[in-house]
């Protein structure tokens, strides 16, 4: 029998909560902690990524913060606000950053330092971890103090899409909050708003990608998938992996410039006023920040090969291409068997480990493209 879901929603649940979708558990939870003023000092949201982790953690922190004395979590005023657009100094977003995407021990001592002293502007100070299976093994050691020694106004809010990689020390101490995948009617109405496609093509790429938000984004980037499409297109004539390396670096290269415009724009304070010491400071910041975002693009290139071996392997399985991410690619489909298919997918996953074992990106791909070429 399925489980029956109240659709009775709580007049007094902050209207930032009432938005998130197909979280009831998690959301009933954190609005009683809450109504009954027990705030955890440490959170840890677990869940497949894309569904709203992150979300919650930042509507959590303006339903506690938001200053509007009949609705709180307003989301309008001045702190839901700022909470919104990350640059609200009470409520901190600690990202993996550098080659290695990893969070390391200076971060996390700047943060045990910065959990001493009381927030900013509000009662309590959120510190929201994306990704915290990321931070290194003796960067944990170093947070486990902090966490055992709670701070009155501090929250810790861990978000993992791999808690295992927790060390059970720090998951012991924080509250689990658990994530669902969400659900297909979900996943679609959110695409549509914000990529105007056909509704059929959205409920398909809801489909596979599992109720996912983030990865159904990254399966509808049209530059990407045209590279990735491409890339195979010119694998499976026999091009040279050496050159096709060179085009994926420089496709790269200019992904990289985007970004750095970008950073550099947002990051936009007038360097004159800063001491030589903290230009140097802001200068590693924003080449962190730089080099965390080409990571991500390039982890998000990785996936839509991977997406692309899947529907090989799908293909030779079931000659069926109704359930493919690349359906207009079938007539490309380099021909292999299952085994092979399967090899390239192996492939892929290495290849993320050596990522982050720090070996160069250019090595990695090249290796990537020799492995994946038909012919070898
Ligand atoms: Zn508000």
């Known amino acids: 029998m399925p489980e029956i879901v109240s659709n009775h929603i709580d007049t007094l649940m902050p209207p930032v909560l009432q938005r998130i979708q197909d979280q009831h558990t998690a959301i009933r939870i954190l609005n009683n902690s809450i109504k009954n003023n027990r705030i955890s000092h440490a959170y840890l949201f677990w869940g497949p990524d894309g569904v709203g982790k992150k979300f919650t953690a930042k509507a959590f922190a303006q339903s506690v913060l938001c200053q509007n004395t009949e609705t709180k979590g307003c989301g309008v005023c001045s702190i839901c606000s700022r909470i919104e657009r990350d640059i609200h100094p009470d409520v901190m977003i600690i990202r993996p950053m550098g080659k290695t995407r990893l969070i390391g021990v200076d971060t996390i001592e700047d943060i045990n330092k910065t959990a001493q002293y009381r927030p900013y502007e509000s009662n309590r100070r959120f510190i929201i971890f994306e990704d ?118 420089q496709f790269l290269t200019g992904i990289r410039k985007r970004i750095e415009k970008e950073v550099n724009k947002s990051e936009n304070i007038d360097k004159k006023e800063l001491t030589p010491a903290e230009q140097n400071a802001m200068q590693q910041l924003i080449n962190a920040e730089i080099e965390a975002q080409v990571a991500n693009e390039f982890e998000s290139c990785l996936y ?73």
């Open 304 to 376: 839509l090969i991977t997406c692309f071996l899947r529907d090989v392997l799908v293909y030779i399985n079931t000659q069926n291409s109704d359930m493919l991410y690349f359906p207009e690619m079938i007539s490309e489909f380099p021909s292999w068997n299952h085994l092979q298919a399967e090899a390239g997918l192996n492939f892929v996953e290495k290849v993320r480990s050596y990522l982050s074992r720090n070996i160069s990106r250019e090595k990695v791909v090249r290796d990537l493209f020799f492995a994946l070429s038909p012919k070898i």
């Open 132 to 249: 915290a299976e990321r931070i290194g093994i003796p960067a944990q050691n170093h947070f486990l103090k902090t966490l055992e020694e709670p701070v009155s106004e501090t929250t810790f809010i861990l978000l993992s899409s791999n808690p295992g990689l927790i060390l059970p020390t720090i998951r012991s101490r924080c509250q689990p909050i658990r994530f669902q995948r969400l659900r297909l009617e979900t996943v679609t109405k959110i695409i549509n708003q914000i990529k105007e496609i056909p509704e059929e093509t959205a409920s398909l790429v809801a489909m596979l990608s599992q109720g996912q938000i983030s990865k159904s984004i990254e399966i509808l980037d049209s530059d990407k998938r045209t590279l990735i499409m491409e890339l195979f297109k010119q694998l499976a004539q026999g091009r040279d992996p050496l050159l096709l390396t060179a085009e994926f670096d």
